[in-house]
Structure formats: structure tokens, C-alpha cells
């Protein structure tokens, strides 16, 4: 039976490190502080939810902080820019295209960001299906985002195995009776991709 094999994006085949983006965008440690806030305030919940518009996030934020919009621009800049590639895991997607494995992605993201990687990157075309959490307006680690997915896509979750870097995120995943690979950018976690590709 065809298996599918669903990949996150951030830690996963993106970058996604908080304290990079800080470091890049200034080397005062006081801004970086200040600036952190902006990773645990609810509008970037909202954002990453699809309950928030980037512009009204963004004012939210100015606010927050007591920056002008156009540094909370700037600050938004680069983290877009920081989601650079993770050369294992896209190797290993372009791998299982080319063994025809069935390939999908469910991810958290905010609109803003999705946009911006879907101009950069040009492996998209490689997924059957992309669950992106603003678009759908439904979020990881709650179970509904894998329900519309299963759905959506006809998948069969005894036949599919989700790869992401975030323990909880596998454990919803696995609720919904989808396998799991808590990925670390490392051999260990392809090698368990390959394994259950090989499994009857």
C-alpha cells in the first residue's frame, strides 16, 4: 500500500531560530531582550492562528515595544530571511519525490512568511497537498489540523508518517493514528524515515 510521508517546515526543512533572527537583526543585547517579547506576544500567536492581518500584527507590536512600524518591519524582514534551507531534510524530500512517495506538508506559519518562501523556493511543486495553520486558520499540536488533512487528502494514517521537530506536535499526530518523527537535522531521524518506508 502507498505510504505518505507529511513534512513541518520550520526546524524541519526551514530554519527557525529565535535567538539567530535577535542576533542578526541587532547586536545590543537590551534590543534583543525587547525584541524577544514580540516571539511570545499573542499576536504572534494570531498570526501563525490566520486570526490576526500582518499590518494590524504589526502595529500591535510597534505598540508592544514602543518602536516605529518601520523597525517592526525591518525586525519582520529578517525573520523572514532567516528561514534558510536545511540541506538534510530537503535532501530527503527530493529523495522520496524521486521514489514516489507520496508527499505532503502541515505546517504553522503565518501568511507573510509562507508567501515570502514560496517565491524563494522552488520545491512546492513536490507536495501533493500543504496544510499551512493561517491559511486554514487551524493550528499544530491540535488534533483538528491532522482531521482536515486526513480528510482533504484521503490519507490513511496507518500509512503515513509525520516528520516535525516539536514532541508535541508528534504526539497530536499520533493521536490522530499518524506515526511520528521528532526530527533533530540529523541522520538519525532520515534513517527513521526510511524505516517505516520499509515497514509492510
Same mark, same amino acid.
Given at each position: 500500500?502507498?505510504?505518505?510521508?507529511?513534512?513541518?517546515?520550520?526546524?524541519?526543512?526551514?530554519?527557525?531560530?529565535?535567538?539567530?533572527?535577535?542576533?542578526?537583526?541587532?547586536?545590543?543585547?537590551?534590543?534583543?531582550?525587547?525584541?524577544?517579547?514580540?516571539?511570545?506576544?499573542?499576536?504572534?500567536?494570531?498570526?501563525?492562528?490566520?486570526?490576526?492581518?500582518?499590518?494590524?500584527?504589526?502595529?500591535?507590536?510597534?505598540?508592544? +515595544? #514602543?518602536?516605529? *512600524?518601520?523597525?517592526?518591519?525591518?525586525?519582520?524582514? !529578517?525573520?523572514?530571511?532567516?528561514?534558510?534551507? &536545511? @540541506? +538534510? #531534510?530537503?535532501? *530527503?524530500?527530493?529523495?522520496?519525490?524521486?521514489?514516489? !512517495?507520496?508527499?505532503?506538508?502541515?505546517?504553522? &506559519? @503565518? +501568511?507573510?512568511?509562507?508567501?515570502?518562501?514560496?517565491?524563494?523556493?522552488?520545491?512546492?511543486?513536490?507536495?501533493?497537498?500543504?496544510?499551512?495553520?493561517?491559511?486554514?486558520?487551524?493550528?499544530?499540536?491540535?488534533?483538528?489540523?491532522?482531521?482536515?488533512?486526513?480528510?482533504?487528502?484521503?490519507?490513511?494514517?496507518?500509512?503515513?508518517?509525520?516528520?516535525?521537530?516539536?514532541?508535541?506536535?508528534?504526539?497530536?499526530?499520533?493521536?490522530?493514528?499518524?506515526?511520528?518523527?521528532?526530527?533533530?537535522?540529523?541522520?538519525?531521524?532520515?534513517?527513521?524515515?526510511?524505516?517505516?518506508?520499509?515497514?509492510?
Amino acid at each position: 500500500m502507498k505510504k505518505s510521508v507529511i513534512f513541518d517546515l520550520g526546524n524541519v526543512l526551514v530554519k527557525w531560530d529565535p535567538d539567530g533572527i535577535l542576533q542578526r537583526f541587532s547586536d545590543d543585547p537590551q534590543e534583543q531582550a525587547q525584541y524577544r517579547k514580540v516571539f511570545f506576544n499573542q499576536g504572534w500567536l494570531a498570526l501563525d492562528a490566520g486570526l490576526m492581518e500582518y499590518d494590524k500584527a504589526l502595529a500591535l507590536f510597534s505598540l508592544l +515595544l #514602543a518602536k516605529p *512600524l518601520s523597525e517592526m518591519e525591518r525586525f519582520m524582514q !529578517v525573520v523572514r530571511e532567516s528561514l534558510e534551507p &536545511m @540541506p +538534510l #531534510a530537503l535532501d *530527503l524530500l527530493h529523495d522520496l519525490h524521486r521514489r514516489k !512517495v507520496d508527499l505532503l506538508c502541515i505546517s504553522n &506559519m @503565518p +501568511l507573510h512568511a509562507y508567501a515570502y518562501l514560496k517565491q524563494r523556493y522552488d520545491y512546492w511543486h513536490l507536495f501533493r497537498g500543504i496544510v499551512i495553520s493561517a491559511e486554514v486558520k487551524l493550528i499544530k499540536p491540535h488534533l483538528d489540523i491532522f482531521h482536515y488533512a486526513i480528510e482533504k487528502y484521503q490519507l490513511n494514517p496507518q500509512q503515513t508518517l509525520f516528520i516535525d521537530d516539536s514532541d508535541a506536535n508528534i504526539e497530536a499526530a499520533q493521536k490522530c493514528g499518524i506515526a511520528g518523527v521528532c526530527y533533530q537535522n540529523d541522520q538519525t531521524g532520515i534513517d527513521q524515515v526510511y524505516t517505516f518506508l520499509q515497514q509492510q
